[in-house]
């Protein structure tokens, strides 16, 4: 590619370096990635976005964007102002496995529900619940067809944080070949990655799975049990 900058120049909003900025305001709205913490990747057939490291997600635009060729890994467009995100290899494992869209939060709801597992269940048990109406937002697993149903058990597995986020790439792996069935992997005292086919379905699973993290939470506190036994 000669010029790098051709990649990100669209006047369509659903362009992935246009998507990615209307996408980061939005999560930045509901307290997923203050403090430039979080982020998002598109696959874009061959290709993969990127939003960068330690810039303010609200006020990203396209040309903070990061491009990534989906085989060699090497950067098609790689801005000289901005670190590439530590959230990378993240992204990428989840694209490996078939996503088109990757979505990472610091939600205080997925901090919240790590620890709270880990008090009541052990620090190897994943996060359970059922019979909550908004489960039917998340996909039943890899290659199976439809959604969860109403007395479906959502689980999502749970990793151990590390000092450096792309020292989580190996346990998130692991977790997704442990889970195969999982759209999501939580991070203890960390957050949540989610991921989905399109951006659409990505961004679905992420809200279903905020809101479900948000009831449970507020469900323990009232002492009410996630799950039937
Ligand atoms: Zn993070």
Known sequence: MSDPDALIRSSDPE????????LCAKFYSLGWVTGTGGGTSIRHGDKIYIAPSGVQKELMRPTDMFVMDFESREYLRR????????????F????????????????????LVTLLVERDFGSSAPFEIEQ????????????KVGNLGYFDRLRIPIIENTAHEEDLTDSLEKAMEEYPDAYAVLVRRHGIYVWGDNVHKAKTQCES????????????KLGLPWTTK
């Open 15 to 22: 362009h992935p370096a246009n998507h990615i900025c209307t």
């Open 79 to 90: 801005p000289a102002a901005h670190k590439p995100s530590a959230c990378t290899p993240l």
């Open 92 to 111: 990428y494992a989840a694209f490996k496995r078939g996503a088109g869209c990757c979505i990472h939060t610091h939600s205080q709801w997925a901090v």
């Open 132 to 143: 909550i109406e908004q489960i039917k937002g998340i996909p039943k697993g890899r290659d």
């Open 209 to 220: 799975i905020d809101y479900i993290l948000q009831l449970a939470v507020e469900m323990k």
